[in-house]
């Protein structure tokens, strides 16, 4: 099993879904765990208290705000010392089908996806990195979407935002090689999480389960298991990839 004792991670949307199974991941492989919510105090509480070790933190921001994604890092920086991994799974996922929309409601799609799923990350990462570099390297892993290959045609913002994403973590790889910072995306597809469940339940249920072959979608431990391999195990000659980890679902070339 990989050994993170001795590291420390920010997990950013650490509350529920894919952020808290990569929290609980992390943190029974060793590392010490800084978990990041916007509102979701009670529900990243119980998150914290529930995670294997001690010494595990709570740090609240709008990833929105680049103030405040800037003195989140201070503080886990603080708190802990320096900042190992960053795994940026924080993310919003809003319908925004253009056929709907008055052109001040696209904006605001625009603005929040944006500004939440690529500004909040690239932020976050920029304020990570230089904790990394003093400390001699680090990794990083961003959560990106199949949305970014295959296209979302009723929110195309998030497609673009997880899109930006990959192009930014491969960027970043090339960017700080020399300085031992790894970079790496992860690409699911369908995940039973609390926004995926009532999908699952409704009328899209069926077509949602047979996308992939296996008949069904990821579990959010499966996402986790990647992040800790890359986050652990991964040689430096991975970074710069993309997994995908949506089950055959989306093939690309």
């Known amino acids: 099993m990989s050994d993170l004792g001795g590291k420390t991670a920010l997990v950013t949307g650490a509350s529920r879904g894919i952020g808290k199974a990569v929290s609980e991941t992390l943190a029974r492989s060793g590392a010490r765990i800084a978990l990041h919510y916007r509102r979701e105090k009670p529900e990243a509480e119980l998150t914290r208290k529930a995670l294997n070790g001690k010494g595990h933190i709570l740090v609240q921001a709008d990833l929105m705000d680049p103030a405040q994604t800037e003195s989140m ?15 940026n799974n924080a993310g919003i996922f809003d319908l925004h089908p253009l056929k709907d929309l008055t052109y001040e409601s696209w904006q605001e799609a625009w603005r929040r996806t944006i500004g939440t799923n690529l500004l909040g990350a690239a932020n976050a990462t920029y304020c990570v990195i230089r904790c990394m570099q003093k400390a001699g390297g680090g990794r990083i892993i961003n ?4 949305g970014a290959f295959r296209g979302e045609p009723e929110a195309p913002a998030y497609g673009a935002s997880k899109a930006g994403l990959n192009a930014m973590s491969q960027s970043l790889a090339k960017a700080l090689a020399a300085d031992r910072i790894l970079v790496f995306a992860v690409a ?17 249920g069926t077509d949602i389960l047979s996308q992939s072959p296996f008949g069904r979608i990821a579990e959010p431990e499966e996402v986790a298991r990647t992040v800790l391999f890359l986050a652990s195990e991964a040689p430096e000659f991975l970074s710069g990839c993309i997994i995908d980890i949506n089950g055959a679902s989306y093939l690309r070339t």
Request: hydrophobic share 40%.
């Open 188 to 204: 699911p597809g369908f995940v039973r999480t609390e926004r995926i469940e009532p999908l699952l339940r409704g009328n899209r």
């Open 143 to 146: 959560v990106s979407s199949r």
């Open 73 to 87: 890092v201070s503080e886990v920086a603080r708190e802990f010392g320096t900042i190992d991994i960053l795994v």
